[in-house]
């Protein structure tokens, strides 16, 4: 191992001098350049089974998330319907009953957040993405990256247990709050808690698995002439997101170690003294909010973990289809790490009417308020891509329009309950509700779409069906801001969110009984309407037109591969060498609108590149 | 045409919506009409900015749509446009966030002569305790809690004896007095809110958090909880009642002190009190 070292410095040095001067790459284009450290050794598999299931190829392991996390992203669904049909019409179709329904709740919460956002943006796309856009034959840790996957897999599968032990799983919502987590006024506090807590701790294990191999696939794996700031801001939402996920898991686990030592051995890490029903527990000392802490150090981070590839990925879309270079791209990458370091400042804002000390209020409010500057910048930036471009509205640029707009409504709603005397009305209502929801369920998941239906010609090699998609598209979009842009009034009127039932409040006005049903039949709607998603996905995998090779014309490396779809390996006999960064559309002097990252400057003469 | 169409019709009808809701906040009925001058204040410069914003979008689809023969502009960077929006973001923020914490400043500032109340919450209800004629409010341990003293009246200390206990029933207020709710939980995480007085803060076992209003309009309110508390949280809800100087002090002589209680309760059925207790809170439900 110690005698590989010098060689890998050296090689590395070299590669960062041949960077450092683009220019006089023109004199030399088709002159190969000698790798100075060794080929990475893949192992090629000779097996369906080590084809598809143990499998170490960066981009099955992406599919196997990316399946994974939308099947149990189903269940979430449902759930949802189910929790929706309760609010709206209690009763009618069927009796669920407060512990059923507070357990939809939770594992609703949960699975949309951990086991489909976060699996699928950084597990999903980041293993496909992340070995073909910086041009590397796969991750640098293939074997680690396939184990990252089965932990996910059994983390799920015990996730999917808990529905089974006796008490069900845990409805305690998705924040887990003790006391009540684990004690008995809460369904699921005996097995449903325990084998929760179990998972989350398996899904950060495996993560961190995954997480090292991005970081490290991406700062030392990059091929020739791949600067850090030549990355599509794909890799750098993804890459700064893994980072925030590295540093923000480890405080969830160890919440997770210490509630499960709370139940079953009774410690009292967030355990006072209580009474309960008339009876003294045997706790005494420990401090609810200390889990509090614990939970929103991780769950801030968390909402960048899933808002930042998000980012990345639309700043991506949008420039492609408008055939236009991403406006300030300088300012939209260190957007993203000013965002992401500021993430880990803003935890508190969670718990302004927590009782913690009302001072913090004053430090948080102020440092989540600034969060919005960068934040607003990456909009602005978006929408200026789109000034003077040449905008082809298809699928992926549709849903980059619909994530623009709710994302600023989500946003600004966000200005809202950052500001901590205005969250004190506002915190526990529908408003919330209606606030995650917008900002980082809707945004993030039209992203999804919106990469899906860009990236899937070059997983399968054909397009998914055009005008499936846009009945997919409209319903999706218009539906569910027909959902959450009227329910933040209901948080106005000052509808507490987690009510299994309101009956009769007295300052809530009976119509808002009737905009409760309008939302569940929108939700209902919106929920169908991702069968024919799912439909068309799988039925273009044959059915599909045929896409051919780079069909969006687009500039990034992963649309440069020898075949399509990319083989193991990805890149043909040699890795490709990049010359310029991934935004050159439409520059002018150049034949074509686009110049891909790894065509030498000495082929597009004429063009009067501004920046590389 | 028809997705600039589209888009430009989402964003007129939210403001369509806006303006023609039914669904609005309740009248307030606290001296905290100032948090609802912040939201509309953040609603007038969030709103203007999504507007702009989504209009700007919707211009440049309907502007610039694909044409084959055309080529979009070619300018990675503009420093000076770029500067420009940072500043005007940063003045947005600073216009938002300036009286924000002002207000959030009242709010943590409770004023001297307010009147302290304790509310202590339980799975899945709420009891009161006010202080009695020494205007001192006794210690309380949470150990001491048992049928008899359902809030833990610690018996050393003389300032105990004679609060006033209210486990059943609603609590009474007086109009324009401000108080100081000292808020405590037996169990979980509560939280006492009434969407009439805008205020709000959880409350937890092992230590005692407050707030404070001065509630200014006479009537009875609902109280809810509004922090997660188990399967009964939806169902815990209480009352408070805010009346004039002459209705409040009828109320308040008839209610025992602990002192009263806990002699009554000895002629009672040692269980009486703990059963009543719990059947106040299936009663909810």
């Known amino acids: 191992m110690s005698d590989d070292f010098p060689e890998r410095e050296f090689g590395i040095k070299t590669k960062s001098s041949e960077v450092s001067d683009g220019e006089y790459a023109s004199s030399r284009e088709e002159e190969h350049i000698e790798s100075q450290i060794p080929e990475q050794d893949l192992y090629h598999p000779k097996s369906f089974i080590t084809k598809w299931i143990f499998c170490q190829d960066a981009k099955v392991i992406g599919i196997q998330y990316s399946i994974t996390a939308i099947s149990i992203g189903l269940v979430a669904l449902v759930l949802s319907w189910l929790m929706r049909l309760q609010l709206a019409f209690p009763d009618v179709f069927f009796s669920m009953g407060p512990a059923a329904y507070y357990q939809f709740v939770t594992m609703h919460g949960m699975i949309m957040v951990v086991y489909l956002l976060t699996a699928l943006f950084l597990g999903g796309f980041g293993n496909f993405l992340i070995p073909l856009m910086v041009g590397s034959r796969d991750m640098v840790f293939p074997y680690v990256n396939m184990i990252s996957f089965w932990m996910y897999f059994i983390a799920v599968l015990v996730l999917v247990a808990s529905f089974f032990v006796p008490g069900g799983p845990t409805g305690a919502g998705w924040t887990l709050y003790p006391p009540q987590a684990i004690t008995s006024g809460t369904p699921g506090s005996e097995g449903g808690i325990i084998l929760m807590l179990m998972s989350l701790s398996l899904f950060v294990i495996g993560f961190t698995m995954g997480g090292l191999n991005y970081i490290i696939t991406i700062l030392q794996a990059r091929t020739r002439g791949m600067t850090l700031m030549r990355m599509p801001l794909t890799i750098w939402g993804i890459f700064t997101a893994t980072i925030l996920a590295m540093l923000a898991f480890p405080a969830l686990i160890v919440s997770c170690i210490m509630m499960t030592l709370d139940s079953l051995l009774g410690t009292s890490f967030f355990m006072p003294a209580m009474v309960q029903m008339g009876e003294h527990l045997k706790y005494g000392g420990g401090s609810p909010i200390l889990f509090q802490h614990l939970f929103w150090f991780f769950g801030h981070p968390e909402v960048y973990i899933v808002a930042l590839p998000a980012f990345g990925i639309v700043s991506d879309l949008i420039s492609v289809h408008a055939r236009k270079n991403i406006f300030g791209y300088r300012m939209m990458v260190w957007a993203i790490v000013i965002i992401g370091a500021l993430s880990f400042f803003v935890w508190a804002h969670h718990m302004y009417v927590s009782g913690m000390n009302p001072w913090f209020g004053f430090f948080f409010a102020t440092t989540t308020l600034i969060i919005a500057v960068p934040t607003a910048i990456k909009v602005y930036n978006w929408v200026l891509t789109l000034w003077r471009g040449n905008i082809r509205l298809n699928l992926p640029m549709l849903f980059a329009l619909a994530f623009i707009i709710t994302f600023v409504n989500g946003g600004i709603t966000g200005l809202f309950l950052g500001n901590v005397i205005v969250d004190v009305p506002l915190s526990d209502t529908y408003f919330v509700v209606a606030h995650f929801h917008m900002v980082m369920g809707i945004a993030p998941i039209l992203v999804i779409f919106g990469a899906i239906y860009h990236w899937y010609p070059l997983v399968t090699g054909k397009f998914l069906n055009e005008p499936m998609g846009k009945f997919h598209f409209w319903v999706t979009f218009l539906g569910s801001y027909a959902i959450y842009f009227p329910m933040h009034y209901l948080g106005f009127i000052g509808v507490p969110r987690r009510y299994y039932e309101m009956y009769n409040s007295p300052y809530i006005p009976t119509s808002a009984e009737g905009l409760n049903q309008f939302i569940t039949i929108a939700a209902l709607v919106v929920g169908f309407a991702q069968l024919v998603f799912l439909y068309n996905i799988i039925s273009s995998i044959k059915l599909g037109k045929v896409a051919g090779k780079n069909p969006w014309q687009a500039c990034s490396l992963e649309w440069q591969t020898e075949h399509v779809p990319p083989q193991h390996g990805n890149f043909g006999k040699n890795l490709p060498v990049v010359y310029r960064w991934a935004y050159d559309y439409s520059v002018p002097g150049a034949k074509e609108d686009y110049i891909p990252q790894n065509v030498p400057p000495s082929e597009v003469l004429g063009a009067k590149v501004e920046k590389t | ?285």
């Open chain 2, 1 to 285: 045409m028809i997705v600039a169409i589209v888009f430009f019709l989402v964003l007129i009808g939210s403001v369509v919506f806006h303006v023609l809701t039914p669904w609005w906040w309740t009248p307030v009925a606290s001296n905290w009409g100032s948090i609802d001058d912040t939201i509309i204040l953040t609603f007038w410069i969030t709103g203007f900015v999504f507007m702009a914003v989504g209009l700007f979008m919707v211009y440049c689809v309907w502007k610039f749509k694909y044409q084959k023969n055309r080529r979009s502009e070619y300018k990675p960077e503009d420093k000076k446009l770029e500067f420009r929006l940072i500043v005007i973001t940063t003045l947005g923020i600073v216009a938002l966030l300036a009286p924000g914490l002002l207000v959030w400043n009242k709010y943590v500032t409770v004023p001297k002569d307010a009147f302290q109340i304790e509310v202590m919450a339980y799975q899945w209800g709420w009891a009161y305790r006010l202080p009695g004629k020494d205007g001192e409010l006794g210690k309380v341990d949470i150990k001491n809690i048992n049928d008899e003293n359902p809030l833990g009246i610690s018996s050393k200390d003389k300032n105990g004896i004679d609060d006033i206990i209210i486990t059943d029933g609603p609590l009474h207020l007086l109009k324009n007095k401000p108080v100081k709710l000292l808020l405590r939980s037996t169990d979980v995480l509560h939280n006492f809110y009434v969407p009439q007085f805008r205020a709000k803060m959880d409350m937890l076992p092992g230590s005692v958090t407050y707030y404070w209003f001065v509630p200014t309009k006479v009537g009875t309110f609902e109280v809810l909880c509004a922090e997660f508390c188990g399967i009964g949280h939806y169902a815990m809800r209480g009352e408070v009642i805010v009346n004039e100087k002459k209705n409040y002090n009828e109320w308040l002589n008839k209610q025992k002190s602990y002192k009263q209680s806990v002699l009554k309760s000895f002629h009672k059925h040692k269980d009486h009190k703990h059963k009543d207790h719990k059947h106040k809170g299936e009663k909810n439900v």
